[in-house]
């Protein structure tokens, strides 16, 4: 099983400043990679797959880089509706499908 | 536009069952592989099981094989989860994801996500 490790578990940012999220793979997933935004009460939302390619309607302030077992999420100027928890799943090794922790991007 | 909604879920005791649905509309549902993931409370996410788009081929994860069971009606736009011997650590909101399409290799990344049905294990 892949596991996937998230850093750091929790991202103070003040608005409009850049916001950068790493997740790590326990051995190498390509670029078999996707990121998902998640607010409280709400489902997760699916932003970058293909460990770079946005989803239909993202922000062009979000953007994903990596391949192999390192992986980022920039948010270039974090705006209020950006506060959230991400989280990173691989999709190149299954069963299972493995997502990491998780990264709180919070107020500062 | 793309939905997928939950029903099915609630309070339930360790042992027994509970079965989940989802309904899909506004694609060719028949043309996707479907997943269900789950997610504590407070937790992260973990997902539980997988169906090809014809059924023809099932993943689960270790923590419930054996115990629920995947099944979809393409003719009924559905996707079922069967969840029996349920465990206070099966409590958690379950999703259900639309996957990849048919030609693909295996699955992907989840989109769209349903908004989630609460199961509690609880005596």
């Known amino acids: 099983e892949i596991v996937m490790t998230q850093s750091p578990a929790t991202l103070s940012v003040s608005p409009g400043e850049r916001a950068t999220l790493s997740c790590r793979a326990s051995q190498s997933v390509s670029s078999y990679l996707a990121w998902y935004q998640q607010k409280p009460g709400q489902a997760p939302r699916l932003l970058i797959y293909g460990a770079s390619t946005r989803a239909t309607g993202i922000p062009a302030r979000f953007s994903g880089s990596g391949s192999g077992t390192e992986f980022t999420l920039t948010i270039s100027s974090l705006q209020s509706e950006d506060f959230a928890v991400y989280y990173c799943q691989q999709y190149n090794n299954w069963p299972p499908l493995t997502f990491g922790g998780g990264t709180k991007v919070e107020i500062k | 536009q793309v939905k997928l909604v939950e029903s099915g879920g609630g309070l339930v005791k360790p042992g027994g069952s509970l079965r989940l649905s989802c309904a899909a509309s506004?694609?060719?549902?028949?043309?996707?592989?479907m997943s269900w993931i789950r997610q504590a409370p407070g937790k992260g996410l973990e997902w539980v099981s997988y169906?090809?788009?014809?059924?023809?081929?099932?993943y689960y994860a270790d923590s419930v094989k054996g115990r629920f069971t995947i099944s979809r009606d393409n003719a009924k736009n559905s996707l079922y989860l069967q969840m029996n011997s349920l465990r206070a650590e099966d409590t958690a909101v379950y999703y259900c994801a639309r996957g990849s399409r048919y030609y693909a290799p295996g699955p992907n990344w989840f989109d769209p996500w349903g908004q989630g049905t609460l199961v509690t294990v609880s005596s």
């Open positions: 506004g694609f060719t549902f028949s043309d996707y592989y």
């Open positions: 169906i090809t788009s014809s059924g023809s081929t099932i």
